[in-house]
């Protein structure tokens, strides 16, 4: 599964972006879906993730504002981010699991990863 993130860019500080994480083949709906950041000098963070039945989960830094879902025709995943904050700057990468594991939170689950997208957050 070959993962295309986008979305990415400059904002101000309590602004939104959605991201979009999108694939080419339908097997993408089979699979969880994390968002991971990395931010210079970091490892890399859990953010979010969608299973292939929609349930989702989220990190304590996203939870309230932060909203992930899917749309399976458009073979997509989008991470709608609201009250952005200059701490969630950084590279943000989809992943893709196809097991379905009960820990997103694990890089370590996702064997496809796409190339991320830039969020800049100004204070």
């Known amino acids: 599964v070959q993962l295309q993130a986008s979305g990415g860019g400059l904002v101000q500080a309590g602004g939104s972006l959605r991201l979009s994480c999108s694939a080419s083949?339908?097997?993408?709906?089979?699979?969880?879906i994390g968002w991971f950041r990395q931010a210079p000098g970091k490892e890399r963070e859990y953010v979010a993730a969608?299973?292939?039945?929609?349930?989702?989960d989220y990190s304590a830094s996203a939870k309230g504002r932060f909203t992930i879902s899917r749309d399976n025709g458009k073979i997509a995943v989008y991470l709608l981010m609201n009250s952005l904050k200059p701490e969630d700057t950084g590279i943000y990468y989809c992943?893709?699991?196809?097991?379905?594991?009960?820990?997103?939170?694990?890089?370590?689950?996702?064997?496809?990863w796409g190339q991320g997208t830039q969020v800049t957050v100004s204070s």
């Open positions: 083949e339908r097997a993408f709906n089979q699979h969880q």
């Open positions: 992943a893709a699991d196809r097991e379905n594991i009960n820990w997103p939170e694990l890089v370590g689950a996702y064997e496809y």
């Open positions: 969608i299973a292939f039945n929609g349930n989702e």
